[in-house]
């Protein structure tokens, strides 16, 4: 007779975990319904064999020794229905129990627009969604009202049918869920009329919903339990909401500081000026100092977009934009030939171009 081990394709000191690996390897491969050779039937039989010694402790520690085998027709014959059955029909031969009418809601995901002002400080809304909710007429028992579920007369409330499979082997015991009940052991004999037994109807409901400071576009915020009911009463599922922040013709964002840009005469920008500038939570007073060049910019702390996740604001930076005339009367270019001709002019000449803030301010600058 050929040697167990050798049959299974594994070493002496093989550890059980590795001889069953390689029992339902070979299994899978020599098993009659998948290869239906003669070889193949002949070689299933010895690996099954193989496996009943080697798999029981004390048969595998008599033929270690040189003992005495059981043939195919000796007690363990088989090594455990079980094994063979999880190995074809993926699951154990007992049967699980019925299974819950019950299940959790599907995710829902919406998609929310909110303006850069309310991104500053939080805002709320009340948001309107077609959604799965529970039947109120049977309160998600999918039952009409005054009756209940009965247990299925076919399975008998085990919510599956067993049957013995005539094979090589001989009777193997099979388990399906039963084709009246679908598995759950008990039959819905007068359905609710309103949500047609599912527990759950389509309507429409308000979410309230309070969206956090610093938010932008892309950030999804999870509502746990706001989203669609599961069916028979089931917990209902999560609500996402992704953010979008809609565009502002004024003010731009750079993380949680805000940017603008603030045209400046060419006379302001001379002598100094102030201005108020209408913020997106109020008005500031800003001074431009005496001198001042394009692509210099003001920073005003702690009037930008309050953080996300934690205190205090980023700043409101605003950049400088000198606005030269190009039209003149002719006593304004007198007076400005004059202004010139009074002071020591230098030729023009390239300078080292300055990084930092303006470099991204700059693009908005050109647009203007």
Do not use: W
Not at 23 to 30: H, N
Not at 41 to 70: C, I, M, W
Not at 283 to 290: A, Q
Not at 317 to 326: E, F, L, N, Y
């Amino acid at each position: 007779m050929a040697d167990h081990y050798e049959v299974l394709g594994v070493e002496r000191d093989a550890s059980p975990e590795a001889i069953k690996k390689a029992y339902r390897r070979l299994a899978r491969e020599l098993h009659p319904d998948v290869n239906p050779s003669a070889d193949a039937s002949e070689r299933f039989k010895l690996v099954t064999h193989a496996y009943d010694v080697l798999s029981d402790p004390q048969q595998r520690q008599n033929y270690d020794l040189g003992g005495g085998q059981q043939g195919f027709g000796g007690q363990q014959g088989f090594g455990g229905f079980g094994d063979i059955f999880e190995t074809f029909f993926g699951g154990g031969g007992g049967s699980r129990g019925p299974k819950s009418r019950k299940e959790r809601g599907q995710d829902a995901l919406l998609r929310v627009e909110i303006d850069l002002d309310e991104v500053i400080f939080g805002t709320h809304r009340d948001l309107e969604v077609d959604t799965a909710v529970t039947c109120e007429t049977c309160n998600g028992s999918c039952c009409q009202p005054g009756t209940a579920p009965v247990t299925c007369d076919i399975c008998h409330g085990t919510g599956s049918i067993q049957r013995a499979v005539r094979s090589l082997l001989g009777n193997v015991m099979t388990s399906s869920p039963c084709g009246t009940c679908r598995g759950y052991g008990t039959v819905i004999a007068t359905p609710c009329a309103t949500c047609q037994g599912q527990g759950r109807v389509r309507a429409r409901r308000t979410v309230p919903i309070d969206i956090p400071a610093g938010v932008e576009t892309g950030l999804r915020l999870q509502m746990p339990g706001s989203g669609e009911a599961g069916p028979a009463g089931g917990p209902n599922g999560d609500l996402y909401l992704e953010m979008k922040v809609r565009h502002h013709d004024i003010f731009s964002r750079d993380g949680d500081d805000l940017l603008a840009t603030l045209e400046v005469e060419m006379t302001d920008a001379i002598l100094g000026t102030s201005a108020t500038v209408k913020a997106l939570d109020g008005d500031i007073e800003v001074e431009v100092k005496p001198g001042t060049q394009s692509a210099e910019v003001l920073t005003i702390k702690d009037r930008g977009v309050t953080h996300l996740r934690g205190s205090g604001r980023g700043d409101l930076k605003i950049g400088i934009q000198v606005i030269t005339p190009s039209k003149l009367d002719h006593r304004e270019r007198e007076l400005l030939k004059q202004f010139a001709d009074g002071r020591k002019q230098q030729a023009p000449a390239l300078a080292q171009f300055q990084q930092g803030l303006f470099a991204k301010l700059r693009d908005r600058f050109l647009r203007v």
